[in-house]
């Protein structure tokens, strides 16, 4: 019985992974005039971390990393968590939401190469059409959105932030298959905290100079960002990636620039360009090709993993 809802749990995992990734693009949006690229990622990574030290308490398993998963973890933080962060809130600044979502969208091609030569992941053909067809997807909606690579800065930030994204991904996946999902996805959040502590100056300034009206507002943005889309979502995401390979979860989320102009349509009734529509169905058409030579191999075999209790807390 358990089995049989498990592809039920996967599917609902990714599913909301994609949700909370593309709300977060809208809410990105709508906080880049109220605070800069870098305080924004360090409030987003503070309430992460808080809500993921939650979790993992609620969890009560922690496996100590080996020398080797220390590295894993430091590069898995700096990169997706730290860099990927600043540099996309930045690249938003600058572009409009389809531009940064086109170039962004190079980083599950980065993901296949990178399984391809370092997993020594198959990548099959029907993987490679998907990955192909979906990315025409989001092109179609890029131009769709009026994409300009007039931004030097931002052009740079969205290059940035695919690269340290691909980069994340696939060095998560090998940490996955001994420690705890939750706990990969604290540690790498708490790195990426760090790594944003020093604008935590320019956080309270800019806050500090805000108008009394808008800091509300603001703080529950950057909190629902850091709870959702980070807390929520990435643990999510690391329950599905430790069930599927790099390359076939990260070609689903190409689905997410279809999730914004639908949640854009909802949020501020903003109707979608027809090629936006058109890019969308080619999406959504390219992440149901690759699926075909995903079910093949869906699961590793489990790895047996040494769990400790965490000291329950006295308040």
Not at 108 to 121: N, R
């Amino acid at each position: 019985m358990a089995g049989s809802r498990d592809p039920l749990r996967l599917a609902a995992a990714v599913v909301f992974t994609l949700v909370a990734w593309a709300s977060a693009f809208v809410v990105i949006r709508g906080l880049g005039t109220r605070l800069d690229g870098a305080p924004l990622a360090l409030g987003r990574l503070a309430a992460g971390t808080a809500a993921l030290g939650i979790l993992l308490l609620l969890s009560r398993r922690w496996v100590r990393p080996v020398p080797r998963e220390w590295v894993l973890l430091a590069v898995f933080g700096v990169g997706w968590f730290g860099c990927y962060n600043v540099a996309l809130n930045l690249a938003e600044q600058v572009l409009d939401a389809g531009t940064t979502a086109l170039i962004v969208g190079i980083g599950p091609i980065l993901i296949a190469f990178g399984s391809a030569a370092i997993l020594h992941e198959r990548i099959g053909r029907w993987l490679g059409i998907g990955v192909g067809t979906a990315f025409l997807g989001v092109a179609l909606i890029a131009i769709a959105d009026g994409a300009s690579l007039g931004g030097g800065v931002g052009v740079l930030g969205a290059v940035v932030a695919a690269v340290t994204y691909a980069i994340g991904v696939l060095a998560q996946k090998p940490l996955l298959g001994r420690l705890p999902g939750v706990q990969v996805t604290f540690l790498g959040c708490a790195i990426g905290f760090l790594v944003c502590l020093p604008f935590a100056g320019a956080l309270v300034s800019q806050l500090a100079s805000a108008s009394a009206s808008t800091v509300p507002a603001t703080l529950l943005g950057v909190v629902y960002l850091g709870v959702v889309p980070t807390a929520l979502a990435f643990t999510t995401w690391a329950y599905a990636l430790t069930r599927m390979t790099p390359s076939a979860l990260s070609i689903t989320t190409y689905v997410v620039p279809v999730l914004v102009v639908g949640i854009a349509f909802l949020a501020f009734g903003e109707v979608p360009a027809p090629l936006a529509l058109v890019g969308g169905a080619s999406s959504l058409l390219g992440v149901g090709l690759s699926r075909r030579r995903a079910r093949v191999a869906r699961t590793a075999p489990p790895v047996t993993e040494t769990a400790v209790d965490l000291p329950h807390s006295d308040g």
